[in-house]
């Protein structure tokens, strides 16, 4: 039986593709709000033209644009490919999302754990549980092609 939190990795899988159908970095991000999907986004810093569009900072803005507040409170899990950068984050935190699920680990920005541990740092003034390595291999194997063919 698949866990939620594959299920909804499967559908922030999709979301990669569309990134990737566009030339971006394959990382799909969406946020669940008391089991219903809320909103969601995909890479596209560069047809946006914006260094700030990755997957995660879409898919808050779109949420909170739904809740009509920056804060995207209650029981809320943002799920993304790609272990989130600080710039994401910090993002994270700000919204205060409850919890973040993450596919693939990132070992030279990765913020939840890998190199820095934003989302959960006392020093914040909010933390957010977190758990890795949801369909890692997947998630993974997504990017490596990517790059592979860029290489």
Not at 88 to 113: E, K, L, Q, W, Y
Request: aromatic share 6%.
């Amino acid at each position: 039986m698949i866990s939620e939190d594959e299920r909804w990795m499967r559908h922030a899988l999709l979301l990669a593709e569309r990134a990737l159908d566009l030339g971006e970095v394959p990382v799909g991000a969406l946020i669940v709000k008391d089991g219903e999907l809320l909103a969601e986004g995909y890479n596209s810093p560069i047809t946006q033209h914006d260094p700030t569009a990755h997957a995660e900072i879409l898919a808050l803005r779109n949420a909170a644009q739904q809740v009509n507040n920056y804060r995207v409170t209650g029981n809320t899990t943002l799920y993304v490919t790609l272990e989130p950068c600080p710039m994401c984050a910090g993002a994270i935190v700000h919204a205060r999302i409850n919890r973040v699920v993450f596919g693939a680990f990132d070992p030279r920005t990765g913020s939840a754990g890998s190199v820095f541990s934003l989302l959960q740092s006392e020093r914040l003034n909010h933390r957010a549980e977190v758990c890795g390595g949801i369909l890692e291999d997947e998630c993974a194997s997504q990017l490596k092609t990517f790059f592979k063919a860029r290489r």
